[in-house]
Structure formats: structure tokens, C-alpha cells
């Protein structure tokens, strides 16, 4: 470096003296005192394509990636029949999230080379990018067919097929990263996503416990375990996975809505009290939320509580699905307070005799009402109800 550097003292008006000491700035990571040099070489009369590609990497090292594609679509001119030319540009126009300009350069550097395994790679990650997975899939299986056979590629290649929903494909390409990578939490994580929507829920927890050991610590990790956890029954698991996600995201509202249905399973309702109020401190106005509120103000025994919330959700809400729960509910409530329930059930009959799909779990109801202590004729009319309710949930 610093016999160039006299050199130019001596004599400061030769372009190849600063192009030899930017290119040793560069391999010095010295970006910004290359790209000096690089200007005035060029300033000097100096040009040719190699040093707009190296003046490109410049500008690329400080991502200035505007400038960096300038300098690559000087130097196409002077060699526009060069494809790694097209493809850094490709590249360049991807992270910027160019993406018509991207694929216009990769599709000009295959038709150079069609056998670059590097430009599908590359194109295969701008399709992911832009939804078109079936096509991202297409190339990566190019990628691995031309000769880049490694974990990540295959990692990449199982996204997309997990994108398309087709996750038998998606485990295959996570199983052959595995056996190439048995270290990544990743990997394992993605594999246990797929093996839960193919319904293989232990699987899935091994998966899942096994990215968590590998160092996949957050709370993700926790809540589609839990969810896991969930479907096998292991609902105390569950809990204790939803809880430590809870602990790392806080302001995550699914996390207590699933660890309140939770302790409904587990008929643990002041717990569920307590995570569906802490659910509604996000969302106010959700009516599902607030109907499994009513449910458990009833099941407590909270009758005039669950009255303030049916008003609210009639209150807040249009919608008949929700309205006619409401009046269900009202009409629980005017029973178990000995009044009449002849407006409210009218109410409930108008709506039932709508067009309208009513979702809802009747576990819970059903539990309450079997084992709460009532007079036969109370527990009668609202067996009734329930029955009804019932019937238009088929």
C-alpha cells in the first residue's frame, strides 16, 4: 500500500496506480477509501468492465446498493455477454425488492448458462419472496439437480413445498437437510410444523423439544408445542409451555386465549377467568372472547356478572351468530334468576329461524349443567335451551 501511495505522489495522474491501490484497500475492507480511488480512476479515463464490477463490490460492502447496480449496469457495457454480471445485479435488485428487475437479470444469466446452479438458487428465493411457490420449489430442485447439495438449500426447498401445503414433500427435503445438519434448531422446528399439520403430534413435540435443546429458546418454540401438547390431551404441558411463552412475549394475546381454553379443559375456571380478562385488555370489543366470559360467569355462578357482559356483546355486536348466543345466554341467566324468559327466547327464535352457522363448544355447558346443583326443573328448561343450540350447530 504504501509504495503505491508514493508512487502517486510522484506522479498522480496515472488511472492504474489508483486502481491498484483501491483494489488493496478492498481486499483490506477498506471500502470507502476503495471507492475514492475507484473515482478517480475512472475520472482519469480508466474504465473497463472488471472495475465496475469490483466498484460495485465496493458500494455493495457498504450497502449502497443503488450506486453498486449503477457501477454493474456500466460494466454489462463494456461485457453484456457476462453472466455473473446479470446475476450479482439480480442479486442486488432482490435486496432492494426489485423483484421484476431481479428476474429479468437471472432469466437473462440462465439463458448465458442454464446450468448455473447459483442463479436458480437465487431465483428460486426470489419466487419464495413473491408468493410463487410452486415455482421457487421448481428451481431449488434445479439448484440441488446442477450440483448444490447442502442443508440449506434443502431447508429452503422444504418452505416452499410447506408453503404449497404440501408437507409430506416438505418433510422430505427437511429429513434430507437433517441428515446433512443435525445441528440446526431450525430445521427441526420447520420438520415439527409439518409433522403437526400431518397430525403426527408426537412427532411434532419431538421435533419441537429437540430445537429447544439445540438452543431455539424463543417462545414460538413454547406455543406450537403447547399447541402439540394440546391435541394429545396433555393439557398440564400445555400450560406450562403457554406459560413460559407468555414469560418471553407478554403482549402476544393467543398466547392467554389458548392457555385460558386451556384450563378449560382442565376445568380450571378462575385460571381461565383470569387469562381471558387479560385477552380482552388487548381486544375489548372481541365477542368470542367475550362469550367464553359469559359462559364462565355462568359455570361460576357469577349470574349477575355474566349478565353486565351479555348486554355488552349485544351491545358491541350485529352479527346473528353472535346475538343469538347472546340471547342463549340471557335466557340461562333470566332462569337461574327465577324471571321470565319470554322476550329473550323470542329473540333466540327469531335469529334461530335465520340462515346462520353457530360455532360453538358445548363441553364445557355440558359439564356445568351435569354436575351444578339445581332444581330439577330449572336444570330442565335449560337442558331445553342448550338442545336447541344444539341444533342448529349441526
Not at 359469559?294 to 351491545?315: D, M, P, Q, T, V
Request: hydrophobic share 35%; aromatic share 16%; glycine share 4%.
Amino acid at each position: 500500500m504504501e509504495h503505491i501511495t508514493n508512487a502517486i505522489k510522484l506522479k498522480d495522474n496515472i488511472p492504474e496506480l489508483y486502481y491498484n491501490r483501491a483494489l488493496t484497500y478492498y481486499a483490506n475492507n477498506d471500502f470507502q477509501k476503495a471507492i475514492n480511488d475507484f473515482k478517480i480512476t475512472i475520472d482519469l479515463g480508466y474504465e473497463n468492465g472488471i472495475l465496475y464490477f469490483d466498484f460495485a463490490g465496493a458500494y455493495y460492502n457498504i450497502q449502497d446498493y443503488n450506486s453498486a447496480i449503477s457501477c454493474l449496469s456500466k460494466a454489462l457495457k463494456f461485457n453484456p455477454d457476462n453472466p455473473n454480471i446479470f446475476t450479482n445485479r439480480g442479486n442486488l435488485y432482490l435486496i432492494i425488492k426489485n423483484y421484476n428487475s431481479a428476474l429479468t437479470d437471472y432469466n437473462e444469466a440462465l439463458s448465458m448458462n442454464p446450468h448455473d446452479p447459483y442463479v436458480y438458487c437465487n431465483r428460486a428465493n426470489l419466487y419464495y419472496q413473491i408468493n410463487e411457490y410452486k415455482k421457487s420449489t421448481r428451481d431449488y430442485e434445479k439448484c440441488i439437480q446442477f450440483g448444490i447439495e447442502n442443508s440449506k438449500t434443502y431447508l429452503n426447498s422444504g418452505l416452499a413445498y410447506f408453503q404449497l401445503n404440501e408437507y409430506k414433500k416438505s418433510l422430505e427435503f427437511y429429513n434430507k437437510s437433517i441428515s446433512i445438519d443435525n445441528n440446526n434448531f431450525i430445521t427441526f422446528y420447520l420438520r415439527g410444523l409439518a409433522f403437526f399439520n400431518l397430525n403426527k403430534y408426537k412427532k411434532s413435540i419431538e421435533d419441537f423439544t429437540k430445537a429447544f435443546n439445540l438452543g431455539l429458546v424463543d417462545w414460538y418454540i413454547h406455543f406450537n408445542r403447547g399447541k402439540a401438547y394440546i391435541m394429545l390431551e396433555y393439557y398440564n404441558l400445555a400450560i406450562s409451555d403457554f406459560t413460559d411463552a407468555i414469560k418471553k412475549n407478554p403482549d402476544e394475546q393467543e398466547l392467554f386465549d389458548l392457555r385460558a381454553r386451556t384450563y378449560y379443559h382442565l376445568k380450571d375456571y378462575n385460571s381461565a377467568k383470569k387469562d381471558y380478562f387479560e385477552v380482552l385488555e388487548f381486544n375489548p370489543e372481541n365477542p368470542n372472547y367475550i362469550q367464553d366470559l359469559i359462559e364462565l360467569e355462568l359455570i361460576l355462578g357469577e349470574n349477575i356478572l355474566s349478565r353486565e357482559y351479555i348486554f355488552n356483546l349485544l351491545k358491541i355486536t350485529a352479527e346473528p351468530k353472535h346475538r343469538i348466543i347472546g340471547y342463549f345466554f340471557l335466557c340461562i341467566n333470566s332462569i337461574l334468576l327465577n324471571e321470565n324468559i319470554d322476550e329473550c327466547y323470542s329473540d333466540f327464535k327469531k335469529i334461530a329461524n335465520s340462515d346462520i352457522n353457530i360455532d360453538w363448544d358445548f363441553t364445557d355447558l355440558d359439564y356445568w349443567i351435569d354436575n351444578v346443583k339445581l332444581n330439577s326443573n330449572i336444570k330442565g328448561k335449560i337442558k331445553n335451551l342448550i338442545l336447541e343450540l344444539k341444533q342448529l350447530a349441526k
